[in-house]
RNA sequence: GGCCUCGUCGUCUAGUGGUCUAGGACAUUAGCUUCUCAGGCUAAGAACACGGGUUCGAAUCCCGUCGAGGUCACCA
């Protein structure tokens, strides 16, 4: 049975879509081995506890369809789900890790350990724990018992090779010998990411640690770990980080990195986010670009996945959401719009959006689109701003054309414009822009004809009366 | 700086020693379709980081150089 998982912290504002990708890849993997997917949150690091952060990650994981087998909110046979309620299994391993000779006490404080680095660093050594509480450990005992903040450190061996059997690196080799003594619980009782991945991934049986490539430096450090233990190591698989347009990893400070700027800011569909995240690093074995979660599944593979880091491409993303939104049936097409302008407490109009859904499917290419083509159609647009310098003499005789048709089609509109160009000798382009900008207050806009006859008649005439002042 | 990873068009990628005059997609440019913009169709330009090997033959294997990234916390 393959079970993965995904363990982000609710360190910040949503789900990364870099988390996203990681979850899609894990769920796959999972999924297309009929196993389980887990998401255990990793809210170990109480400074930078982000309120509401782990509620947004779970539903915004659930919109993707990554929808966990077992999760804080859905619970599952080796919960809690969430590492602040594992505290006591925690210590307990801590401890054992003592006991056995591969932990040790340390009371050092932060000021004696920055010193200390500080010092190495001008010495040009690699900071390193210097392992003074190790030489001591009795003494340090004694305080501890006495009352004094102590935290327990992996005791590392000397000058040991270790192999990490990486699925997507092959074999990578470190030595022990640069590698510092890690902090595994913490002075307020709560375990750093490393013991608390370790013993969680043992204890929820989890079968493949899929993970970002910044986790593979430490990795060596979780294989002491399973080995004190005496545990099982799991198959590891570390993928490529999504960078930056400058290369370097993909951050909130450069770049908009929360699925909620994607779906709910720009209108993005869940499906094309997921389809466009699956070809980072990754491809499909016909070159497709446009494919279902469940096909992704289906011809997925760890070892297709590929080693150079991608740059997250937001042009290319918004063209695949174009190519969801012209697959969208028009009635869907018209839900998702007035949903996601509900959300902005812009409630529209049903019926009027359902008619202008033919005339905009082909040029939005993501909701927030749908405001820059459609806006005329729900208010007049303000002419006043528009100074047309060409000759619009003719605007009378435009009006004076429209105000006698009775059957107020767009075909009608249409043919009856031509006529006029011709009559009066312009080009038809520019007595159309000039109705345009009349009509609809813009240079571009949907198709006019078809516009007009959603706008009717009467308001045709009116906004056409306007511009003539 | 130490350790680790990576290096094919601007971007995402195909490619696992000969089928590569290096394929596809996005983007760009041009043409057609047309009332604007899209969409659709057609076409064009655009890459194997560099230097050595190995081999009859290398984008593909080896070494080096360079470049990029990650990581070195009581953060994850």
Not at 10 to 29: C, F, K, M, R
Not at 206 to 235: D, M
Not at 343 to 364: F, M, Q
Request: glycine letters at 6%; aromatic letters at 10%.
């Amino acid at each position: 049975m393959i079970r993965t998982r995904i363990a982000p912290s609710p360190t910040g504002e949503d789900l990364h879509v870099g988390s996203i990708a990681t979850a899609l890849i894990n769920y796959a993997w999972a999924k297309k081995h009929h196993g389980q997917f887990i998401v255990r949150i990793e809210d170990t690091d109480r400074k930078r506890l982000v309120k509401g952060a782990e509620e947004r990650i779970l539903k915004s994981l659930n919109r993707v369809g990554l929808i966990p087998d077992e999760s804080p909110l859905v619970g599952g046979p080796y919960g809690p789900y969430r590492q602040s309620e594992r505290l006591a299994i925690y210590q307990k391993y801590a401890q054992e890790l003592v006991d056995k000779g591969h932990g040790y006490y340390c009371i050092c404080t932060p000021e004696r350990l920055f010193q200390m680095r500080k010092d190495q660093q001008a010495k040009k050594q690699i900071p390193k724990y210097d392992r003074l509480c190790l030489k001591n450990q009795e003494e340090v005992i004694k305080k501890i018992k006495k009352g004094e903040k102590y935290v327990i450190r992996l005791k590392v061996p000397d000058n040991q090779e270790i192999i990490v059997d990486d699925l997507i690196r092959g074999k990578v080799r470190f030595n022990t010998k640069d590698i510092d003594d890690q902090v595994l619980l913490k002075s307020d009782g709560f375990p750093t990411y490393h013991l608390g991945v370790v013993v969680d991934d043992h204890l929820m049986k989890i079968t493949h640690v899929i993970r970002g490539e910044e986790w593979l430096p430490s990795t060596p450090k979780h294989i002491l770990l399973y080995q004190a233990f005496g545990w099982e190591l799991p198959f590891f698989a570390h993928i490529s980080l999504l960078r930056n347009p400058d290369k370097s990893k993909l951050s909130k400070r450069k770049n908009p990195v929360w699925a909620s700027y994607y779906l709910d800011k720009l209108g993005i569909f869940p499906e094309a986010l997921i389809n466009y995240l699956a070809l980072m690093g990754w491809s499909h074995p016909e070159e497709k670009d446009v494919f279902s979660l469940e096909e992704y599944i289906r011809v997925f593979h760890i070892k297709d996945i590929q080693k150079t880091a991608p740059i997250f491409d937001p042009v290319k993303l918004e063209w695949l959401n174009g190519v969801y939104i012209r697959k969208t049936e028009d009635i869907k097409l018209k839900n998702k719009i007035l949903e996601f302008y509900q959300k902005e407490n812009i409630h529209l109009d049903p019926s009027l959006v359902e008619k202008t859904i033919p005339l905009i499917k082909e040029r939005i290419k993501k909701l927030s689109d749908y405001w820059e083509y459609c806006q005329f159609f729900f208010e007049k647009p303000n002419t006043q701003e528009l100074s047309f310098n060409k000759d619009n003499s003719y605007i009378k005789e435009i009006y004076q054309e429209l105000e006698k048709i009775i059957d107020w089609k767009a075909g009608v509109i249409g043919e009856r414009m031509i006529q006029l160009a011709k009559k009066i000798g312009v080009k038809n382009s520019d007595l159309f822009m000039m109705l345009r900008l009349a009509i609809t207050g813009k240079k571009i806009s949907p198709p006019l004809n078809e516009s007009m006859e959603i706008l009717g008649k009467e308001e045709c005439l009116k906004r056409l009366k306007n511009y003539q002042k």
